[in-house]
């Protein structure tokens, strides 16, 4: 029943009697919802520690995609499943996929597989969730963040909950994930714990403070995880490893258990919402070479038609402040020791289409104290689904 | 470089031809949300482009989950809802960067309705929560008729769903073979229509049937607003940032606030907020 009175539209029932129209019986089609996106990446990496033949810094071009496709299932009001796939080889932190190797077809592997079991009816101010199996990060991270790389999805068990009011609630997330399950030897997990604060002073105006605390059990003395066969332990200190034929891998020289501290204060400016945070990492494992810091701030979000958002971020990350193989990829080609800024733009040009930028100007390999130069532009179309 | 600066240009002639295009209209309002919000938002339209002819509202009653995520999605400027935001649409809206704000423009009570026939005229929160999630399933088993109870429920989008899911069944499951409906008209109208049936609407929607008595109050204004009625709940509307005096969007949404908002709410069926 639609009717026009002047200007205004009135599209559904008044206080007069209504005929009955009984909602459509729902199939299962209609408890299932597809997701995904494409980004198309033009990207330079001018790294110095990259030299050509002539002994130059070489800037590299290349251009990438990344597609992702999830299909998240309602299992009952209380659970559903999540299966998605991504472009991407073995690398755990990129589902990139470079082009101009012939035109040979891409690989696209299982990227998400996991159960969320919502304990509580999602109305209420308390909420419980559980995670089984490969997983989006159920950890609380930042814009940019000392740990993670955006792309990874864990795998394991997660608990996540949070409770409070209009003043201030409070978040507790539970990790118990798998790193590498070996045969014969005790595998390589990380038991972690995050809480957090999130003060609401006014609609406008938050301060989120936190800690997380993450046991990695199980990496020093073995050998490191490199998906590429380079034995490349990301940034991180090694030592001699087992014999492979002529082959002596590299071992993780320390065990890691970083805690990190961190903070973030948003507020609104002139109708847009601005960021700024912080982490501080330690990893209370190691005797040296264990800090990490990261310093942004944000404007705006890159959400609706004609929005925007820019930013800038700071990291440090020391050689063995945290496992390399996951944190972001993209500061200075991924792992740790290294340092430098990052500034980003996005702009949504239209209903899910992004246009972004990003330029990141690093140094690398600073404990060796022979420290190079990473310079590294990305611009990017995504398209959302 | 000269790829690179050539991408920059038309990166930026893009920006500045979107930016052109998206340039809003302050005298145009689009209202979403609730369809128990909704009488009153289109009584405030109707006043309100009344009283200021070059202002045009459009309400829309698509439920109050849509309504939050059209603010979401800046496919309106005014979420109407019948429940508060969840956190997850909260969350939502951050990342979109839209600031929800709320406000409460005026109180309603869930009635309980039965066919004018029925002899029941008291229910306790109990018996209506067992009735509805299938152990109470014949009038006789309160006193009443030898009839199978026809259960009536708005359908789980909505917030009058949410409010009755959490004031009345605790999050209990509803039974099995509850019949769903998309609005609370349609549910007066099954129960005007069935002699067994029970529903539950918003206190506006309550003429031509039998509303009970709920641990032993009547609904009624009074007993909303002295909190004695237990099915009670606010409604709210929600915009993108506080509204700017002056504006048509503050003074359609501050309208509740005036002695002319709180008679229209009263002409709706609905408590003003004193």
């Known amino acids: 029943m639609a009717a026009s009175v002047g200007g205004m539209c009135l599209a559904a029932e008044t206080n ?7 909602v459509p019986v729902k199939t299962w089609a209609d408890s299932i919802t597809l997701k995904g ?19 130059e810094t ?42 101009g190797d012939g035109g040979q077809k891409k690989e696209m592997k299982l990227d998400l597989a996991y159960l969320d079991f919502n304990f509580l ?52 997330n539970l990790g118990y994930i798998w790193i590498q399950e070996r045969d014969s030897k005790d595998a390589a997990q990380l038991l972690a714990g995050q809480g957090a604060l999130k003060f609401q002073f006014i609609p406008e105006v938050s301060l989120t403070v936190g800690a997380s605390y993450y046991g990695f059990q199980n990496l020093q003395g073995y050998d490191v995880i490199d998906w590429e066969g380079k034995n490349n332990a990301y940034g991180n200190t090694t030592k001699k490893g087992s014999v492979s034929g002529s082959t002596t891998n590299k071992a993780w020289a320390t065990e890691f258990t970083p805690v990190v501290y961190f903070a973030s204060l948003d507020f609104w400016v002139a109708g847009l919402p601005v960021s700024i945070f912080g982490q501080e990492l330690s990893n209370t494992d190691a005797s040296k070479l264990d800090q990490g810091h990261l310093y942004g701030v944000s404007l705006g ?16 990350l020391e050689k063995d402040a945290t496992v390399g193989m996951w944190t972001d990829s993209d500061r200075w080609g991924g792992g740790t020791d290294g340092k430098g800024s990052k500034i980003y733009a996005k702009y949504q040009i239209m209903k899910n289409l992004q246009l972004g930028a990003a330029y990141f100007k690093d140094d690398k390999g600073i404990a060796s104290g022979k420290e190079t130069s990473y310079d590294r532009m990305q611009l990017d179309l995504v398209a959302a689904f | 470089m000269k790829k690179i600066n050539n991408i920059m240009m038309i990166l930026a002639a893009v920006g500045m031809g979107v930016s052109a295009a998206v340039a809003g209209d302050a005298n145009n309002i689009v209202v979403d949300g609730s369809t128990t919000v909704g009488p009153i938002a289109k009584a405030f339209a109707e006043y309100y482009m009344g009283k200021h002819q070059a202002v045009n509202i459009t309400v829309s009653e698509s439920g109050s989950g849509n309504g939050a995520k059209s603010l979401i999605n800046a496919a309106c400027d005014v979420a109407t809802m019948s429940r508060p935001m969840k956190n997850s649409e909260k969350k939502a809206a951050q990342d979109a960067g839209i600031l929800a704000i709320e406000h409460i423009v005026a109180l309603d009570g869930l009635s309980v309705i039965v066919h004018p026939s029925n002899p029941r005229s008291n229910l306790t929160i109990e018996q209506i929560r067992d009735i509805y999630t299938g152990k ?14 026809v259960v009536i429920s708005r359908d789980t989008n909505s917030g009058t769903y949410e409010s009755f899911n959490t004031l009345v069944l605790q999050e209990a499951k509803l039974k099995g073979g509850a019949e769903y409906v998309g609005s609370n008209g349609a549910i007066r109208q099954r129960v005007m229509s069935t002699e067994a049936a029970i529903g539950y609407v918003g206190l506006a ?25 237990p099915i009670a709940r606010p409604l709210y509307m929600y915009t993108n940032g506080r509204t700017k005096e002056g504006t048509a969007l503050d003074g359609f949404v501050n309208l509740y606030q005036t002695a002319e908002g709180k008679r229209i709410i009263e002409d709706t069926g609905f408590i003003p907020v004193k």
């Not at chain 1, 996106?37 to 002994?55: G, L, P």
């Open chain 1, 121 to 172: 009816n999602d109305t209420s101010a308390t909420e419980l969730h559980g995670y089984a199996g490969k997983m989006k990060n159920p950890f609380m991270t930042m814009n940019d963040d000392l740990m993670w790389d955006g792309d990874l999805s864990p795998e394991g068990l997660a608990l996540k909950g949070q409770t409070g009011n209009d003043v201030v609630t409070a978040y507790g």
């Open chain 1, 58 to 99: 070489y800037t590299r071009e290349r251009e990438r995609v990344r597609a992702r496709l999830a299909a998240e299932a309602k299992v009952n009001d209380q659970a559903k499943v999540v299966i998605g796939f991504s472009t991407g080889g073995n690398d755990p932190i990129s589902g990139n996929q470079t082009l």
């Open chain 2, 205 to 229: 929607f309550t003429e031509g049937v039998k509303s009970l008595k709920v641990n032993g109050v009547a609904p009624s204004a009074e007993t909303v607003l002295a909190k004695t009625y």
């Open chain 1, 37 to 55: 996106d494409f980004r198309y990446r033009y990207e330079t990496i001018a790294d110095d520690a990259k030299k050509n033949a002539s002994k």
């Open chain 1, 301 to 316: 979000k890159a959400k609706n038609k004609g929005t925007y958002e820019i930013g800038y971020t700071y990291t440090e």
């Open chain 2, 136 to 149: 109470i399933t014949n009038w006789k088993e309160l006193g009443g008729q030898d009839q199978k109870i």
């Open chain 1, 16 to 22: 007069a009697p209504a005929a009955a129209t009984p």
